[in-house]
């Protein structure tokens, strides 16, 4: 069974720091380019980064783009992401998922996802 998790979510104070684990069991993550994409209240889907799967290529938002990083440890076959700097703008819940397609212009083409993780910012 293809299964995605997501951990590491909370609360945090504005300029604080989170990092996200994406934990698949079920398949092999190094053939996958995965994505995070985060859904607030109200708002759209955002795709905020992916990674390929190929020679690690990744895509940022301009909404976090120097501030998040996205990574992959095939070893422990578990994708994540390390946000900096966090702004009450990026309050919602964030899910990882596999990608149909890698691309470098937009993060959007998601498969299978996890059930997400809470992200918080606030004072």
């Known amino acids: 069974q293809v299964q995605l998790v997501e951990s590491g979510g909370g609360l945090v104070q504005p300029g604080g720091s989170l990092r996200l684990s994406c934990a698949a069991s079920?398949?092999?993550?190094?053939?996958?380019?995965i994505g995070w994409f985060r859904q607030a209240p109200g708002k759209e889907r955002e795709g905020v980064s992916c990674?390929?799967?190929?020679?690690?290529?990744?895509y940022y938002a301009d909404s976090v783009k120097g501030r998040f990083t996205i990574s992959r440890d095939n070893a422990k076959n578990t994708v994540y992401l390390q946000m900096n700097s966090l702004k009450p703008e990026d309050t919602a819940v964030y899910y990882c998922?596999?990608?149909?397609?890698?691309?470098?212009?937009?993060?959007?083409?998601?498969?299978?996802w996890g059930q997400g993780t809470q992200v918080t910012v606030s004072s």
């Open positions: 079920g398949f092999t993550l190094d053939y996958y380019a």
């Open positions: 998922a596999t990608l149909m397609a890698y691309s470098d212009y937009d993060c959007t083409d998601f498969g299978s």
């Open positions: 990674i390929s799967s190929s020679d690690g290529s990744t």
